[in-house]
């Protein structure tokens, strides 16, 4: 199976300073869900946007190692190229256009297509059928509405550019259990359907392990494990760091005593 | 290979640009000349540049970075007033005296209480005084202005409102009605002003501009049809720069100036002299012979004049200090004679200056602009109530040395 | 190597809450401040003292008090000009009018009428918010400056509106030379400093610093923004009125009200800005840069032999051209960018 | 449970009554009666947009309902006010993390204490006497609570530079300091892999017990919700559909219908 | 009353100059939440340019100006190229401080290749009352004034339809909310960044040709800036609409207030009546009369 997207053991450093990912290696097959995993801070968002290129803007920047996507090497690509070659990222904490309406913030997503009216007017209803509660609100300006409908705006504005790999960043958070399913089913369905290959940065491990074929797992700007979902998913460790199941069973989240930080694939 | 330094605080970008590169372009031109004729009894001129931008921050700084250099600066001439207050503290210590040509505080004129500073040829109080003497004389008789009603149109800072007492004390003597009109800084606007004054419908109109109020004045005044004959200028408000963005709104518009317009054999000279040896310092040849050009060369004679008078009396071909010099800019005295000898015979008036008198003369000229070019309108030098302005000069002096805690003396030669 | 904190520990809150929890800096600074008071009177040429020190001493005080507004309060001011205006005409009146008015009361009763005039116009800022209140506080400059030409009293009367400051003397010492001048500003300027710096590491300076980052978010804590966004004007202006006056009996002795104009409101922000938004070390930098920059410019223009109103020009275009340059290599100003070095120098030789 | 006798839940402290918010034509919340009850932790659920978040924001004054009163310790009144609920000991998080970003995290929890500091603003620029003493004070009490909530390795850190879940407990750092008696959480737990959300629930839980906090949560996770809070408040477009305890909700048709599905 | 009227006209026909310089502002910050600085120094610039190439040049203006509308593309990419890019995604105030940047260096500039004489633009429009308006009312209203104000409107209403019914329109409002964002959604920043500042270069060029051609071509022309602030905030930063009605009010009530205040106080008000007024505008709407509403929200 060829690599649609190959990250190749990138270092990123913020502010010329602060070292981030320390040597991350990873690849996406084409037509492929694959999730990385990872506690707070272990530098998935920056993964991401080191894909993305959106990495520059925060003052980061890639000292090492490449970045492939369909067999090209992205660092001297902007967004908007990586955006017009099928590389669409929703980023962490929505970022929706505040003034502009939730419907516009939706047609700003399809902006690099040239595609007709009619066209676009179906794509949105097919957004609005995944979020229901998107149409509700949609002349509202977006800065206004709740949290989890900012969320739904921006996986749907990412949906909306009709990518061909769409990076993800937790997309499940702030929202209700059922739309996080929707999301979710949404996701498999373009990835089926579709053939939309996908990174998903996601703390909701077990659905992200549900839905994806292959997982990584980041500690502390590293790789420290890597395997198919499924394996992963039956991993002892996995399971009692990510999944909150140990020896089988789920703990009542109320009876877990101590929260001393427990073992480590790395120090 | 002994030469005389000067510091040369000048400013060619930002607003008032194309006044200092016109001021600053004749005085240097000048030094050419005075360089190429064999200096100042062999003593050659040197100078140094540097920009102020009509700062006064900037100014200070560069008054102090070039005061000692060269062996030490001759004079200073900021061309500025809010430079001109911020190194006027410090002349005393430094001994470095500095000419104000036609602007910076009127009262300087008291060398007692100023001594290292001078305000050469006139200041705005006698600039005031000689502007009213010409308005009477319109009229036929300065009684005759009774009556009469006469806007002060002006840049509303310390600039416009210096003339305040001389034309108080006039609106009182005579009983005229002054009207006074401030334009705020910078002026692209006056629409409001003009219209104030259509409604008042005055028989004259004192323009106390500066930079681009001045065109906007000219024009607006157009816009709204007020004669340009009926507008008197101040000299800031009197040079080509003023009048041509204006176009033929200009046509007619008479200023007060402290130089005849016209063609000297210094001019000349400099032309052949200084520009025919790829000397010149202004790039476009058509503004020799400007008004600021002519200020300019003006002014540079005028220091060159107290060189010489301080060599003559400290010791001929030798470079002088900044005391000495002052002691030669106190005793200038130019009159026609020396005027044809420095090939500038009425360029501007005859100036003898005292330790009483750092102006030394206080007569001014008014000119009027023909479409194409200033022409004198007064054949012979106007000064209005020289008396009244020394006395104000007096009393606005001594109220400074209290300020100051300086007592009032004459420095020795 | 030479710049490590291993091996300082701290052992109780109070030691690190210093100013300088690092000893190296603590020496540094105890370096600077012994050359700046004793060094520096003895070596500098009146030239250094009058044309560069005092007003870089001076700017770096208004710009302190801009960035307390600006940088650690949030509110964009284009009128800090303004406000030395009211200090030094302020200043002024009370030496003229109060007889045995010791001077440095005058400054600290001239800050006081910066400060007052501070919140009267930085009222506004409860309801304003960013570039509108910035553009608004165009107000504040112009209408200062033309009520201090329009009403002579302040001005004594004069007839242009001109003022000369009176002589310094403090116990009966006279400050005349530069670098007596030099030593009072420092002194003042030290004071200030050490003021500020309390300010901002305490519960003043982080009620600034939320109402900067989130007011609503500090409301819902229990800050009272009006009052936290009038102290900041009112500190704001307490110390650019201080400046204001320094500026004038220290720096240029007469002033008219027209030198606090527009650009020096301008010059004193891009200070702040460059030097490093809510840094007080980083006031200082900006001041020296803003006010260094275009001497040494012009210095080098100079030695290249092109005629004047060439090099004003290109002057000009450098000195627009190093200010986007420094933007772009870091953002968040010099003092930014001496933090990085720092943290550079910590990690050397071995690379992170 | 045993340990919620522990914490002897008491009488109602804060009572909404038909309260009812609108924005232009959305309507928030329509006509809720919603109380709280000293030393419990109560939870509010429901869908997205379902109004959750501007009840919150209706019990500590940020929005003021247009119709309906609030009681609150007593004190019946048409809305709450800012200051005021931070002065009688409420705190919270915000949903969209509203820390101040460009302060360090230590800074950032000292802003919680502010309403402890007597000191003046004189004293702190001299950093003389009592505002020196009371640094010092409340600093120790801050470092306690870094420590509770294990945030000492970023202490210094800008909270600009922090990764999301990270941020979230700072928030939660800055609200404990302020030593509330009723703590509003908004979503304190979105965007935290399941461990993180364990530890999350202790120190919930441990406020909770400890210092008998008042908890008012919003989580959209089921497991916590239902484990650790004693009663659930269910919201759905702006009508309240259900309330009473995990289990009571749990089995509530309407409420499975409209938020939780079929699981 | 004639003279209440004809103040109230004159001061309607000066808002209008007004509107037309704020404009440039408005395109700006509603299409990249930069508050332009240089919006100042681009009139001047762009004015300096045509005269400069017409004078020295001998070309004819109607050559001389598309060259300079070249010109100020070319500026317009070289902005965003070399001042903008790298500073995607900062504060505000940085990017603000950076339009200061380059006012410097467009002043530099300009005055380097053109010289700082000033010089006379001459459009061929005159400046004087129409005779016939002043026949019949006894008004003085100004061909020159006239035109202008229709200039303004169609300027007015071509860039309103650019941000309200346009696809780019919508894509530059999104990139004012959030940079970052409209990277990741793919609009092209570069580009459009690089168009704004174009088209905001060419109302520079309208904006400078007509102050120009009344005041003369000089430095002075980037200070027409201050007074086009004050119409900005009133009208709101971010609406084009706001421009022009900011600019009558400001206009209008400034030379008003100074005809019929001024005496009384001492005059010269008008540098700072318009900024109080908008100021109390303000504290009534703190976001101008048409900008768009703040969002506070937690
Ligand atoms: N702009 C920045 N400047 C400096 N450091 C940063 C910046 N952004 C992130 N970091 C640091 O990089 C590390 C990784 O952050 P990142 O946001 O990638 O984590 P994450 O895995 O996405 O965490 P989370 O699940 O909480 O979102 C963190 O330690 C963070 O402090
Ligand atoms: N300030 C406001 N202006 C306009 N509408 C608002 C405002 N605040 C909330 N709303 C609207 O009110 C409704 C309820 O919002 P709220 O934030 O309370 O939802 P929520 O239950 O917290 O949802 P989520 O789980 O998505 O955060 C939403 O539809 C939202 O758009
Ligand atoms: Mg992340
Ligand atoms: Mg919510």
New binding site residues.
């Given amino acids: 199976m060829s690599a649609y997207l190959t990250i190749n053991n990138i270092e990123v450093i913020y502010d010329h300073v602060i070292l981030v990912l320390k040597g991350v290696s990873l690849e996406v097959p084409k037509g492929k869900i694959v999730a990385l995993l990872g506690a707070n801070g272990a530098g998935?968002?920056t993964t991401l946007k080191a894909i993305s290129s959106l990495l520059r803007t925060e003052r980061g920047e890639v000292t090492k190692g490449s970045i492939e996507f369909d067999g090209k090497r992205t660092d001297k690509l902007t967004t908007n190229d990586l955006v017009k070659m099928g590389v669409c990222q929703v980023m962490?904490g929505r970022h929706c256009f505040g003034h502009l309406t939730v419907e516009e913030n939706l047609l700003t997503g399809a902006y690099t297509r040239r595609i007709s009216r009619a066209e676009l007017k179906a794509d949105l209803e097919k957004v609005y059928h995944y979020f229901p509660r998107l149409k509700t609100r949609r002349t509202s300006q977006s800065g206004y509405t709740s949290g989890g409908e900012q969320q739904m705006t921006a996986v749907g504005r990412a949906l909306m550019a009709k990518p061909s790999m769409i990076l993800l960043?937790?997309p499940s958070m702030g929202l209700a259990p059922q739309i996080v399913a929707e999301i979710f089913e949404i996701v498999k369905d373009l990835n089926s359907k579709e053939g939309v290959s996908f990174l998903l940065?996601e703390q909701n491990t077990n659905v992200a392990l549900k839905y994806a074929d292959y997982g990584y797992i980041l500690e502390n700007g590293r790789v420290v494990m890597d395997g198919a979902a499924s394996d992963l998913a039956t991993n002892e460790d996995v399971k009692e760091f990510y999944l909150g199941v140990s020896s089988g069973e789920r703990k009542s989240f109320r009876d877990v005593k101590s929260y001393r930080r427990r073992k480590r694939w790395l120090a | 290979a002994q030469e005389q330094f000067i510091p040369i605080l000048s400013y060619r970008v930002g607003l008032y640009a194309s006044g200092g590169s016109g001021f600053f372009g004749g005085a240097i031109d000048y030094f050419n000349l005075v360089n190429a004729n064999g200096g100042i009894n062999g003593v050659k001129i040197s100078w140094e540049e540097c920009e102020t931008e009509y700062n006064a921050t900037r100014g200070v700084e560069c008054y102090e970075r070039l005061k000692k250099k060269g062996g030490g600066a001759s004079l200073v001439e900021p061309l500025g007033t809010g430079i001109a207050y911020g190194i006027l503290d410090r002349l005393p210590t430094d001994k470095v005296p500095m000419t104000t040509l036609g602007y910076g505080r009127s009262d300087a004129a008291n060398g007692q209480v100023f001594p290292y500073v001078f305000p050469l040829i006139t200041s705005y109080w006698n600039q005031a005084a000689g502007m009213i003497k010409y308005l009477g004389d319109k009229e036929g008789g300065i009684e005759k202005l009774k009556g009469k009603k006469i806007v002060h149109l002006y840049h509303d800072s310390a600039y416009g409102k210096e003339p305040f007492p001389v034309l108080e004390a006039y609106e009182k003597s005579i009983g005229f009605q002054l009207i006074k009109i401030p334009v705020p800084h910078p002026g692209t606007e006056q629409n409001s002003q003009w219209l104030q004054i259509r409604q008042a419908n005055p028989d004259y109109v004192i323009l106390w501009g500066w930079g681009v109020m001045n065109a906007v004045a000219i024009k607006t005044a157009a816009r709204v049809g007020f004669p340009r004959e009926k507008m008197l200028g101040v000299w800031w408000a009197g040079s080509e720069e003023d009048t041509i963005p204006a176009g033929d709104a200009a046509k007619g518009y008479t200023t007060m100036t402290f130089n005849t317009p016209g063609n000297y054999p210094v001019i000349d000279e400099i032309r052949k002299k200084v520009y025919g040896a790829g000397k010149g310092n202004l790039s476009d040849k058509d503004r020799i012979g400007s008004v600021y050009h002519m200020r300019g060369v003006t002014a540079a004679m005028l220091w060159i004049e107290g060189i010489r008078n301080a060599q003559n009396k400290y010791g001929k071909g030798k470079v002088m200090t900044g005391e000495q010099i002052r002691w030669g800019l106190e005793n200038i005295n130019v009159d026609e004679k020396r005027q044809r000898e420095l090939g500038a015979l009425n360029m501007f008036p005859t100036i003898k200056t005292s330790c009483q008198d750092h102006e030394g003369s206080g007569a001014v000229k008014v000119q009027v602009w023909d479409g194409k070019a200033w022409k004198a309108v007064t054949p012979n030098w106007v000064t209005g109530d020289r008396a009244m302005v020394q006395k104000m000069v007096a009393e606005s002096s001594a109220k400074y040395a209290a300020e100051k805690k300086i007592t009032p003396a004459c420095l020795p030669g | 190597m030479i710049y490590r904190e291993a091996g300082q520990y701290k052992t109780t809150y109070d030691t690190d809450t210093q100013i300088f929890p690092i000893a190296q800096d603590r020496y540094a600074m105890l370096a600077i401040l012994l050359i700046a008071f004793i060094v520096i009177p003895f070596v500098a040429t009146p030239y250094i003292f009058s044309a560069i020190l005092i007003p870089f001493l001076i700017f770096s005080l208004a710009a302190l008090g801009l960035n307390i507004l600006t940088g650690y309060a949030g509110q964009i001011s284009l009128g800090t000009a303004a406000f030395m205006a009211v200090g030094a005409f302020a200043s002024y009146n009370f030496m003229l009018r109060v007889p045995g008015m010791p001077i440095l009361l005058a400054f600290i009763l001239g800050g006081i009428c910066a400060a007052m005039v501070g919140i009267a116009f930085g009222l506004p800022s409860l309801r304003i918010r960013g570039f509108y209140l910035a553009a608004s506080t165009l107000a504040t400059q112009f209408f200062v400056v033309w009520c201090l030409t329009k009403v002579p009293w302040f001005t004594n009367n004069s007839a242009s509106g001109v003022i000369t400051a009176q002589q310094i003397e403090i116990l009966g010492f006279k400050f005349d030379s530069p670098q007596e001048k030099y030593l009072l500003v420092l002194g003042i300027v030290c004071v200030l400093a050490l003021l500020a710096k309390n300010m901002v590491r305490s519960t003043v300076g982080r009620s600034w610093m939320a109402v900067r980052d989130m007011d609503v978010a500090a409301e819902v804590i229990g800050f009272r923004v009006m009052k936290t966004k009038l102290t900041a004007f009112a500190v704001s202006s307490f110390y650019c009125g201080i400046a204001g006056a320094l500026f004038a009996y220290c720096y240029v002795g007469t002033v008219e009200p027209e030198a606090y104009n527009l650009d020096l409101s301008f010059r004193i922000l891009f200070m702040v800005i460059i030097g490093g938004l809510g840094s007080i070390l980083g006031s200082f930098f900006g001041a020296a840069f803003i006010v260094l920059l275009p001497i040494v410019l012009s210095m080098i223009v100079h030695v290249t032999g092109l005629p004047n109103s060439v090099t004003s020009n290109v002057e000009l275009m450098v000195f627009g051209g190093l200010i986007i340059f420094f933007l772009i290599v870091e953002p968040h100003g010099l003092a930014r960018l001496w933090q990085i070095g720092k943290e550079k120098l910590r990690l050397w030789p071995f690379p992170h | 449970m045993s340990d919620s006798a522990q914490r002897k839940i008491g009488d109602v402290i804060l009572k909404a009554d038909n309260v009812s918010l609108s924005f232009g034509g959305v309507k928030a919340l329509t006509n809720i009666s919603f109380d709280v009850r000293e030393h419990e932790i109560r939870a509010i659920i429901g869908p997205n947009g379902a109004g959750k978040s501007s009840m919150l924001n209706v019990i500590n004054g940020v929005y003021h309902p247009q119709e309906g009163t609030i009681t609150y310790r007593g004190e019946q009144r048409k809305d709450m006010d800012t200051h005021a609920a931070a002065k009688s000991g409420i705190a919270r998080t915000f949903q969209n993390i509203a820390l101040f970003t460009g302060m360090s995290v230590l800074d950032n929890i000292m802003t919680g204490r502010n309403l402890k500091i007597k000191s003046t603003f004189v004293e702190q620029a001299l950093w003389i006497g009592r505002a020196r003493r009371e640094e010092m004070e409340n600093r120790r009490v801050v470092e306690e609570i870094i420590d509770f909530l294990q945030l000492q390795h970023v202490r210094k850190t800008p909270v600009a530079r922090l990764?999301?879940g990270i941020k979230k407990r700072v928030e939660l750092a800055r609200a404990l300091a302020a030593e509330p008696s009723m703590l509003l959480l908004d979503e304190p737990m979105a965007g935290m892999n399941v461990e993180e959300k364990q530890d999350m629930c202790r120190f919930v839980l441990d406020t909770n017990d400890q210092f008998g906090t008042t908890i008012v949560l919003i989580e959209h996770d089921m497991g916590v919700v239902m484990d650790i809070s004693d009663r659930v408040a269910v919201l759905d477009y702006g009508k309240k559909i259900g309330d009473g305890t995990p289990d009571e909700v749990r089995s509530n048709p309407e409420v499975i219908k409209a938020y939780l599905g079929a699981h | 009353m004639q003279f209440f009227f004809e103040v109230l006209i004159a001061g309607l026909l000066s808002g209008v100059m007004y509107a037309l310089v704020a404009l440039g502002f408005v395109l700006i910050f509603k299409a990249s939440g930069v508050f332009n600085f240089a919006q100042g120094a681009m009139v001047f610039f762009a004015a300096l340019t045509t005269v400069g190439l017409k004078e020295e040049f001998g070309l004819s203006l109607w050559l001389a100006i598309p060259i300079t509308m070249v010109v100020m593309v070319l500026l317009g990419i070289a902005t965003e190229r070399i001042v903008l890019r790298p500073l995607v995604n900062q504060h505000d105030i940085t990017l603000f401080m950076a339009t200061i940047g380059l006012t410097f260096f467009l002043e530099g500039l300009a005055q380097l290749i053109w010289g700082s004489n000033v010089r006379r633009l001459d459009l061929g429009i005159q400046d004087v009352p129409i005779e016939f308006v002043m026949d019949k009312t006894g008004m003085l209203i100004s061909q020159f004034d006239v035109i202008a104000a229709i200039i303004c409107a169609i300027l007015v209403a071509a860039l309103a339809i650019l941000f309200n019914k346009t696809k780019v329109g919508r894509a530059l409002r999104a990139v004012a909310d959030d940079h970052q964002a409209a990277l990741s959604v793919g609009i092209p920043l570069q580009h459009v960044w690089a168009i704004v500042w174009a088209v905001a270069g060419f109302v520079a060029l309208v904006a400078g040709l007509l102050w120009g051609s009344r005041n003369g071509v000089q430095f002075a022309l980037t200070f027409v800036a201050l007074k086009a602030l004050p119409v900005l905030i009133l009208g709101g930063f971010t609406s084009v609409p706001g421009a022009i009605v900011g600019g009558l009010i400001i206009g209008a009530s400034e030379k008003l207030a100074e005809v019929y205040i001024g005496p009384y106080v001492g005059g010269g008000i008008e540098g700072w009546f318009p900024y109080v007024l908008a100021l109390v505008f303000l504290l009534v709407r703190p976001e101008g009369l048409f900008g768009e509403k703040i969002i506070r929200r937690i």
């Fill in positions: 998935k968002s962490e960043d937790e940065a | 990764p999301y």
